[in-house]
């Protein structure tokens, strides 16, 4: 029984990550909140935001179908992140990533074909330093408080 209260767990801190605008910054507390310890809130959250990445890339057509992700990826590809990400290159994913979301940047990376290896490597390594700062931060605060 306690491995399905861990399931469930995790399946709810993966979920928060993987959701449009919760993505890391609300999965981690959501662990925390839902009784995971620093280590898997981090995994779980971090796991469940990067997954965009190959959604996204394995299913960009069958997604752009969808009319509330056409009209998602027409206004990011209109703002100043693309001429950024266009400017710097892939290598500026790593610092973008935080500011815009998995979601935005996969689009946008998507719509100008990217490398896939560049894509999922530089989201990976930005959601997972992302993760481990905020973890770290909110297990501080968490026992600063206790």
Same mark, same amino acid.
């Given at each position: 029984?306690?491995?399905?209260?861990?399931?469930?767990?995790?399946? @709810?801190?993966?979920?928060? *990550?993987?959701?449009?605008?919760?993505?890391?910054?609300?999965? =981690?507390?959501?662990?925390?909140?839902?009784?995971?310890?620093?280590?898997?809130?981090?995994?779980?959250?971090?796991? *469940?935001?990067?997954? =965009?990445?190959?959604?996204?890339?394995?299913?960009?057509?069958?997604?752009?179908?969808?009319?509330?992700?056409?009209?998602?990826?027409?206004?990011?590809?209109?703002?100043?992140?693309?001429?950024?990400?266009?400017?710097?290159?892939?290598?500026?994913?790593?610092?973008?990533?935080?500011? @815009?979301? =998995?979601?935005?940047? *996969?689009?946008?990376?998507?719509?100008?074909?990217?490398?896939?290896?560049?894509?999922?490597?530089?989201?990976?390594?930005?959601?997972?330093? @992302?993760?481990?700062?905020?973890?770290?931060?909110?297990?501080?605060?968490?026992?600063?408080?206790?």
């Amino acid at each position: 029984m306690e491995i399905l209260k861990y399931i469930s767990k995790a399946a @709810t801190t993966w979920f928060a *990550g993987f959701f449009p605008h919760f993505e890391i910054y609300l999965a =981690v507390p959501v662990g925390f909140s839902v009784g995971l310890n620093w280590f898997d809130a981090f995994l779980w959250a971090s796991l *469940g935001n990067w997954m =965009v990445i190959p959604l996204i890339d394995f299913f960009y057509d069958w997604l752009m179908k969808f009319k509330f992700m056409k009209k998602f990826s027409e206004k990011s590809l209109r703002g100043k992140w693309r001429k950024r990400i266009e400017k710097y290159g892939a290598f500026f994913i790593l610092f973008l990533t935080p500011v @815009t979301g =998995v979601w935005v940047i *996969g689009i946008i990376a998507k719509a100008l074909k990217f490398n896939r290896i560049q894509l999922w490597l530089y989201s990976g390594i930005s959601v997972a330093v @992302t993760g481990l700062i905020i973890a770290i931060l909110a297990n501080m605060g968490i026992q600063f408080f206790s």
